[in-house]
T-cell receptor, first 111, second 114 residues
Framework: RKEVEQDPGPFNVPEGATVAFNCTYSNSASQSFFWYRQDCRKEPKLLMSVYSSGNEDGRFTAQLNRASQYISLLIRDSKLSDSATYLCVVTHSGGYNKLIFGAGTRLAVHP | GAGVSQSPSNKVTEKGKDVELRCDPISGHTALYWYRQSLGQGLEFLIYFQGNSAPDKSGLPSDRFSAERTGGSVSTLTIQRTQQEDSAVYLC????????????FGQGTRLTVV
């Protein structure tokens, strides 16, 4: 079983739609959680950190459920520019912070 | 520099040749990661450095792959006797030490083995 699992998609949604991605992780001792965004043929960039209490940044909301070991990302009012691959990232505990990436979920927003 | 710098940006090499990929992390970042991404695939972890030591090199696919980091800064990933399946984008990232620190990626080196 992979340490971080995501639905690969693609999610094809119209502009203005609300879309949600989930990610599950296997290591209950994982400490920190992030969502990264990767555009085609580009490097990944941090979208937002995920805090235990949940956090929001404009149209984006991230939530963490430690009991069920999953993380979610909600995008409201989707824009064409949101089309990208969204990577779930978990830090692996054990004396140092190793970043474990999920394989990513592809989102395609169409007019 | 302002960000993570990788060189070369593109490398075409013949099967069986050795290649060296370079990563210059953000100044002051003690953690450095190498990942590999094949076309249409996710990021595959290769190796993690904390300072000059590599506490986790579990992702190196074979003994043809090695990496070092000197002075707590620049890192070099070496692939010996390259094979066609080594063709991928090799991404380097760096971060400060700490649980909630963001990792910044370089633009990657696109390696093509012909």
């Amino acid at each position: 079983r992979k340490e971080v699992e995501q639905d690969p998609g693609p999610f094809n949604v119209p502009e203005g739609a609300t879309v949600a991605f989930n990610c599950t992780y296997s290591n209950s001792a994982s400490q920190s959680f992030f969502w990264y965004r990767q555009d085609c043929r580009k490097e990944p960039k941090l979208l937002m950190s995920v805090y235990s209490s949940g956090n929001e940044d404009g149209r984006f909301t991230a939530q963490l459920n430690r009991a069920s070991q999953y993380i979610s990302l909600l995008i409201r009012d989707s824009k064409l520019s949101d089309s990208a691959t969204y990577l779930c990232v978990v830090t692996h505990s054990g004396g140092y912070n190793k970043l474990i990436f999920g394989a990513g979920t592809r989102l395609a927003v169409h007019p | 520099g302002a960000g993570v710098s990788q060189s070369p940006s593109n490398k075409v090499t013949e099967k069986g040749k050795d290649v060296e990929l370079r990563c210059d992390p953000i100044s002051g970042h003690t953690a450095l990661y190498w990942y590999r991404q094949s076309l249409g695939q996710g990021l595959e972890f290769l190796i993690y450095f904390q300072g000059n030591s590599a506490p986790d090199k579990s992702g190196l696919p074979s003994d043809r792959f090695s990496a070092e980091r000197t002075g707590g800064s620049v890192s070099t990933l070496t692939i010996q006797r390259t094979q066609q399946e080594d063709s991928a984008v090799y991404l380097c990232a760096s971060s400060q030490q700490g649980a909630r620190t963001e990792a910044f990626f370089g633009q990657g080196t696109r390696l093509t083995v012909v």
